[in-house]
């Protein structure tokens, strides 16, 4: 399975993008990069997934390089909501069936 | 409305007992997940289903059980092996999307806490 490197902490201020980066040296062909967010005593929330080169929807944009060994989640004008863990996640159904496991997350702080 | 409830939020424990947490999805999701949280900690990977009556040890299932009679409950017994079970416990589930080879986004429910008195 791969396995997850991310930052522990970051902060960033309200209005500044933020770009969280996620190694994962070991990725195998088929695996997908998923992003989740979590707050406090909740269960985590999809951001985004992507495969390769750039995937944007209303809230994010991810970046993957063309080795895939590492991806970037960016987060465009954060606000003091944006405060949470963000989890990167690395897997695919055929990869030892399904095994889905969550690296230990950068936690955000977002500052006025 | 669609989604995955867990039940219950707050469960206590007396030493030696065990205990069944429940997880139920109206998704039609085919995959099924359990996971453990400490404080300040990640997600750990307690058992994991992909199919009806098929399930698969996570990292952490010493201690643990679970049957996936139905496609759309998943419970989770913890048992009087665990030695330290307070936690929180989150239930989730996805599709699989085979001609990708992916699984789909994880809808997580919003989790059961227990305590070991």
């Known amino acids: ?112 | 409305d669609g989604g995955i409830t867990q039940s219950p939020k707050y469960l206590f424990r007396k030493e030696g007992q065990n205990v069944t947490l429940s997880c139920e999805q109206n998704l039609n999701h085919d995959a099924m997940y359990w996971y453990r949280q400490d404080p300040g900690q990640g997600l750990r990977l307690i058992y994991y289903s992909q199919i009806v009556n098929d399930f698969q040890k996570g990292d952490i299932a010493e201690g643990y059980s679970v049957s996936r009679e139905k496609k759309e409950s998943f419970p989770l017994t913890v048992t009087s092996a665990q030695k330290n079970p307070t936690a929180f416990y989150l239930c989730a589930s996805s599709i699989l999307v085979l001609r990708e080879r992916r699984t789909g986004e994880l809808f997580f429910g919003e989790g059961s806490r227990l305590t070991v008195l």
């Open chain 1, 1 to 112: 399975l791969a396995k997850t490197t991310q930052p522990i902490s970051m902060d960033s201020y309200e209005g500044q993008e933020v770009n969280i980066t996620c190694s994962h040296n070991n990725i195998a062909t088929n695996d997908y990069i998923t992003w989740y967010q979590q707050f406090p005593s909740q269960g985590p929330r999809f951001i985004i997934q992507g495969y390769k080169t750039k995937v944007t929807n209303e809230v994010a944009s991810l970046f993957i390089p063309a080795d895939r060994k590492s991806s970037t989640l960016s987060l465009p004008r954060v606000s003091l909501s944006d405060t949470a863990v963000y989890y990167c996640l690395v897997g695919t159904i055929y990869n030892q069936g399904g095994k889905l496991i969550f690296g230990q997350g950068t936690e955000l702080s977002v500052k006025p």
